[in-house]
């Protein structure tokens, strides 16, 4: 079956960094898009960033452009998510998405199936 597990969350300061990691099992990896959501308290889950299936396209929500960076390993079915000058703002439980299939998955109804999150806590 298939499962997405998130691991590198935790507690920063305003301006710190953190690096996520998805570990991807189940399925043929390097044929789907992959993605970042995250749902803060109180709000609806929100696009963050995603990959295209070679890694060759990526996307991000406005809100983290030019600090956040996607990437992936399709030798070892991992996706990563490089989150620099954190803000108390990018504060959420970050999941891991799996496209519907090839597509890069940029809405949620394009999400296939989703990891159990990892909370990122950021402090001012």
């Known amino acids: 079956q298939v499962q997405l597990v998130e691991s590198g969350g935790g507690l920063v300061q305003a301006g710190g960094s953190l690096r996520l990691s998805c570990a991807a099992s189940g399925y043929s990896f390097s044929t789907h898009g992959m993605g970042w959501w995250r749902q803060a308290p109180g709000k609806e889950r929100e696009f963050v960033a995603a990959i295209s299936w070679s890694g060759s396209s990526t996307y991000y929500a406005d809100s983290v452009k030019g600090r956040f960076t996607v990437s992936r390993d399709n030798a070892k079915n991992m996706v990563y998510l490089q989150m620099n000058s954190l803000k108390p703002d990018d504060t959420a439980v970050y999941y891991c998405?799996?496209?519907?299939?090839?597509?890069?998955?940029?809405?949620?109804?394009?999400?296939?199936?989703w990891g159990q999150g990892t909370q990122v806590t950021v402090s001012s």
């Open positions: 998405a799996r496209s519907v299939g090839i597509i890069v998955p940029k809405r949620n109804d394009e999400v296939a199936y």
